[in-house]
């Protein structure tokens, strides 16, 4: 039912928005004569600007892959526990690091246990999964941001940026997909339940300063203390 588009179209996008940023960011010098100097290179204000606006478009790209995924295995993105599901799977596949995998598949299999047994989510309430998700879109914003930096190099820059963005993109797909046929699996096995096992790819790619821990779990415990007005825990 998927078919073949659903793993290059969502890519592809992404790449070509990559492309666009690393163009704003570092392109605009290729195109410029020698002799502007400083004159030509961009302002802070648009390399701020170009990075925020390819977060946020591989971020909404994720996410409506991810969607798209589940409607495909019979899930609703929209419910509640869903989309604090579509979370977790694009965390886990845009996590890069070794620690940030593992607690990433971590955060999704305790989801996924729950959501398999059946577990109430009364207090799931529409106001919390917004502070949730406005959290992680932060979190996760600055973590695209920081493994996007290679955008900032002239001329080699809108390569990087497009190559990033598609291998961004083909990470979640990948794990949206193998994240979406277990929990259909097990909901109609349960007895292929293994909360061992990782299925995900675990190789580190040495990027580990750049690649933050994300915990799906912490963003909706702090959402839910907002929500009922109980003060934050000190950051560590």
């Known amino acids: ?102 607690a990433a598949f971590s955060d999704l299999s305790r989801l996924t246990q729950a959501l398999v047994r059946g577990s109430s989510w009364q207090i799931l309430n529409k106001s919390l999964i917004s502070k949730a998700s406005a959290r992680f879109a932060q979190q996760m914003g600055i973590r695209l941001t920081k493994k996007g930096l290679g955008k900032a190099v002239p001329a080699v820059g809108i390569a990087l940026g497009s190559a990033f963005n598609w291998a961004t993109l083909e990470s979640v797909v990948d794990a949206a997909d193998t994240a979406y046929r277990r929990r259909f699996l097990l909901d109609k096995y349960s007895q292929l339940d293994r909360t061992d096992a990782f299925p995900f790819d675990t190789d580190a790619d040495g990027e580990e300063g750049l690649d ?25």
């Open 1 to 102: 039912m998927k078919g073949r588009t659903v793993a290059w179209a969502y890519p592809a996008v992404a790449a070509f928005s990559g492309a666009g940023a690393a163009f704003v960011i570092s392109g605009s010098e290729i195109v410029v004569p020698a002799t502007a100097g400083a004159a030509a290179a961009p302002s802070g204000t648009a390399i701020a600007v170009a990075f925020t606006a390819d977060a946020a478009a591989v971020l909404a790209m994720s996410s409506r892959s991810v969607g798209h995924i589940a409607l495909l295995y019979g899930y609703d993105p929209e419910e509640p526990a869903e989309k604090l599901f579509v979370m977790s799977v694009i965390n886990v596949g845009t996590a890069t690091s070794q620690a940030a995998k593992a």
């Open 212 to 236: 933050e821990v994300i915990s799906i779990d912490g963003i909706t415990e702090l959402a839910g203390d907002e929500e009922s007005g109980r003060p934050e825990p000190p950051s560590k």
